[in-house]
């Protein structure tokens, strides 16, 4: 039930906590553009003899993140805030390994499950905290991002041979 002296957004969420809200997606829009990055390079760079069959893979994977990332940011416009939109601000809000010159198959499979591990533990946060205050707008697409990671991650390990 809204109290008179709490202020609610024009979507009839708590001012206060979309706040929270935004800038904890904030933190996984800045994440999410060195995963994007870290696709690119791993797309570019990778060799040998799964050459092939992982080139086309990473490249649908960072067109999919790109395509979260829009999504990131929009829904941080639509909470009433501003997407970071700078190198150094992703670089500061950076959590995941950043990979560089990984050429080798299973070097850049395991940066793709170290990722999304990261990217998950940010997700859930955000997801717990919506939930709070009924936000089923980023709710859903929290709930959304992390089924299709986890189904990723299930992927990459089963192409690996690990054990999940």
Known sequence: M???????NILGLPVKEAEVIAAELNILLSNFQVYYQNLRGIHWNIRGKRFFQLHVKFEELYTDAQDKIDLIAER???LGAT???TFEDYVANNKLKVGKNISKDTEAV??????????LTIERVILDETAKINDEGTNSM???FIKEQEKT????KAWSEEEI
């Open 2 to 8: 809204k109290t008179k002296e709490e202020a609610f």
């Open 76 to 78: 941080v416009l639509t």
């Open 83 to 85: 997407p970071l939109h």
């Open 110 to 119: 395991h940066l793709v499950i170290a990722s999304l591990a990261d990217l």
């Open 142 to 144: 929290m709930s959304d």
């Open 153 to 156: 991650m299930w992927m990459m």
